[in-house]
């Protein structure tokens, strides 16, 4: 089956750097997204991974390796706005996302 | 570029209604739109699939005649729950894709149907 395993909370400092873990197992692999949701709120694109290595953007970079099946996410200079749940989702061979139940990252001052 | 809007943005039914939502992509042609349901606390679960000018694909255990979808342009879709009961009180949000070459999803800004 198909299946995505990340943490269900995290907290960090702000001013901290933070990783969020991503595990997944599709039926093919045509990439990996990370997306932010804050609370009520839809979610919004941070990244995309298709190929192993990181990615920087900012304070954002993700990172994937292919024949581990895993990626992360990492926060740098951690600010109160960053609290919200992060979402990792992995592109299976017929482009359809399979979502993780997302990480709550609360941010303590 | 890429907006998705999503109308009404919350919306209030008695049981038995039907309520309908609209998701438009502003400012490109979207060959592929998604709906999702999230309850609280909970990740996005995909209720269907609808590519423009066919019939949406719907995920496992979600009821095609409660939730009927019509993605009537490359633009537009609808999403329209019928004979609505209080469980199907939910935050739904719609996505939508370019075509080939660019699988990146972007997000409506949801719509929150309460069912009383």
């Known amino acids: 089956g198909q299946n995505i395993d990340q943490p269900t909370e995290m907290t960090a400092t702000e001013g901290a750097i933070v990783q969020i873990n991503c595990t997944y197992q599709?039926?093919?692999?045509?990439?990996l997204f990370w997306y932010q949701q804050h609370a009520g709120e839809a979610p919004t694109f941070l990244s995309y991974?298709?190929l192993d290595g990181l990615e920087e953007k900012g304070r954002f970079s993700s990172f994937l390796s292919r024949s581990k099946g895993y990626s992360y996410l990492l926060l740098k200079e951690l600010q109160m706005k960053d609290s919200a749940s992060y979402l990792c989702a992995a592109m299976d061979s017929n482009y359809q996302l399979i979502w993780g139940a997302g990480t709550k990252l609360i941010i303590k001052p | 570029g890429a907006v998705v809007s999503q109308h009404p943005s919350w919306v209030i039914c008695k049981s038995g209604t039907s309520v309908k939502i609209e998701c438009r992509s502003l400012?490109?042609?979207?060959?592929?739109m998604f709906w999702y349901r999230q309850f609280p606390k909970q990740s996005l679960m995909l209720m269907a699939t609808s590519n423009e000018g066919s019939k949406a694909t719907y995920e496992q255990g979600v009821e095609k005649d409660k939730f009927l979808i019509n993605h009537a342009s490359l633009t537009l879709s609808t999403l329209t729950v019928t004979s609505a009961h209080p469980e199907d009180s939910s935050f739904y949000i719609c996505?939508?894709?370019?075509?080939?070459?660019?699988?990146?999803?972007?997000f409506g800004p949801g719509t929150r149907l309460t069912v009383t």
């Open positions: 599709t039926s093919g692999f045509n990439g």
């Open positions: 991974n298709v």
């Open positions: 400012d490109f042609q979207a060959t592929t």
């Open positions: 996505s939508a894709r370019h075509g080939e070459g660019n699988y990146e999803q972007y």
